[in-house]
């Protein structure tokens, strides 16, 4: 009989049932928190500091210190070893499930906005062939070396996917990839290989992944994409590994096809279509430099200038009006792009919303910091580096049910953020084990659809696939334990 596995949303909608029941069966408390104020807001907080005491004595000005606090709080932390539980609370009223949703996406309204800009960006990048001409000319040119195609096309999936986020744009080039393979004398498996392992390491130890490092750091209360130098130089082992696995495989293959794990799949019809790639030009050239300046800046001003998610929307959006120019796009084109890449991402913003929801119910029901103290309990007794661990095994978990990497950061990083700060393990280092619990199991849970896409353009089995991807992934998560013990040890932040 085959089994159904339903849609994310319908998954996100019965956690929210679940939660609201969880906040009428679980004794309700909570932690004393302090505020955490973003970079580079010192003078307006002695603004409000003098503000505030020049209305200590006034009701009416209570509100308005408030308010001026929160436009400037990027959240709140809770403080270890506060929690008390609460006798007198409230429980939330039944229908609670549905009015919470529109709370839900109202909380999480930037980074909502944020994915779309984003998606419009790079709905005219794409428009412009840069993407598909650069990894069409890459894999020609090294087509002939089996072994720099092999690592080459492992960096480049894993710097797309590390960079800006990339996962359905590479579906163009499962083709391409399996003519390239089989004319090597290797197979399909090699090609989606070479893809998905690539695609796993760069979401896995992303560096800037906007869909996924932004929302996790945003909710962790760290700078946006700080912390790249330390998964930028972990990228290097990971890949290493998928390079040896991928590569070993696909030489066993050649010198013997009948080890081929889709020996008896016919793909008689398969060829290379060089007609259908774009040719590398000069303004090709310019607007991938102009994406990568974009991200150094990002980068840089999210560290130094205080950039938020408002500041970097801005940043893509006039990214977007270059790439126009330098492709020549006329000003219709160019918003019918813009319009379809942020078409594409409203999926993604409504899971966003529907899981910033369980946040919304579980805090509402007073029970978040209960959940929290229970988890502590049980992982308190552990050493910390063992605790980050136990985080990676939690996320992993949650990816089976929650594939979407944003909605997953929303679902469990307010509850792994202060669930660190009560074991000691650093909000970076909880955003890492988030990372890589999503990032890696992406090419391994059948509740992925970029995963199940890649494999039936492919024509190979599940169960195939698990043969080739289950060894790959025992060795990612022995390196994704040590990198943490690592980064716990070091104090990573």
């Not at 945003?218 to 700078?223: F, L, T």
């Not at 980050?388 to 594939?403: K, R, T």
């Amino acid at each position: 009989m085959r089994i159904r596995v339903p849609h994310t949303l319908v998954l996100l909608f019965g956690m929210i049932v679940a939660a609201q029941c969880a906040t009428y069966l679980l004794p309700k408390g909570e932690y004393r928190e302090e505020r955490v104020y973003r970079k580079g807001t010192e003078a307006q907080q002695k603004l409000i500091d003098g503000f505030e005491s020049t209305v200590a004595d006034d009701a009416d000005g209570a509100p308005l210190v408030d308010a001026a606090r929160d436009a400037i709080t990027k959240r709140k932390k809770t403080i270890p070893g506060t929690y008390q539980q609460i006798e007198d609370a409230e429980p939330l009223p039944w229908y609670a499930c549905f009015s919470s949703i529109p709370e839900g996406f109202g909380k999480s309204h930037e980074i909502i906005f944020f994915v779309f800009l984003i998606g419009g960006a790079f709905g005219v990048f794409r428009m412009t062939g840069a993407a598909d001409a650069l990894i069409g000319l890459l894999l020609a040119k090294l087509g002939t070396r089996p072994a720099l195609l092999i690592g080459a096309g492992l960096t480049l999936f894993a710097a797309g996917s590390s960079s800006i986020g990339m996962a359905e744009e590479y579906l163009p080039f499962v083709p391409m990839l399996i003519a390239l393979c089989i004319g090597l004398g290797f197979d399909a498996v090699t090609a989606v290989g070479i893809l998905c392992c690539g695609y796993a390491t760069g979401y896995g130890m992303a560096a800037f992944n906007p869909f996924t490092v932004v929302p996790a750091q945003n909710i962790a209360g760290i700078g946006e994409m700080s912390g790249w130098w330390f998964r930028v130089t972990g990228t290097l082992p990971f890949l290493a590994i998928a390079f040896h696995h991928v590569y070993r495989y696909a030489r066993r293959v050649k010198n013997d096809p009948s080890t081929s794990l889709v020996a008896d799949v016919d793909y008689s019809d398969v060829r290379g279509d060089d007609e259908a790639r774009p040719s590398f030009t000069v303004a090709h050239g310019v607007i991938i430099a102009l994406i990568i300046a974009t991200i150094a800046f990002i980068v840089y001003g999210s560290r130094f200038l205080g950039f938020y998610l408002v500041e970097m929307g801005a940043i893509f959006v006039g990214l977007t009006v270059l790439i126009a120019c330098v492709a020549r796009l006329s000003p219709n084109a160019t918003a019918r792009g813009f319009c379809d890449g942020a078409t594409e991402l409203t999926t993604t913003a409504l899971l966003i919303g529907f899981a910033r929801t369980i946040e919304v119910i579980l805090v509402d029901g007073k029970v978040i910091g209960t959940i929290i103290h229970a988890m502590a309990g049980l992982l308190g007794d552990l050493p910390t580096s063992v605790s980050a661990v136990g985080m990676l095994v939690l996320q992993s978990l949650c990816n089976f049910f929650i594939p979407s990497g944003s909605g997953q950061a929303f679902v469990t990083m307010p509850i792994m953020a202060p669930l660190g700060q009560q074991l000691g393990v650093s909000e970076q280092t909880a955003v890492l084990a988030y990372q890589m619990g999503d990032g890696f199991t992406n090419i391994l849970v059948p509740t992925n659809a970029v995963l199940i896409g890649i494999l039936t353009m492919a024509r190979i089995p599940y169960d195939r696939w698990l043969r080739f991807v289950l060894p790959f992934m025992l060795k990612v998560w022995v390196l994704a334990a040590i990198v943490l013990l690592v980064a716990t040890w070091i104090g990573y932040a």
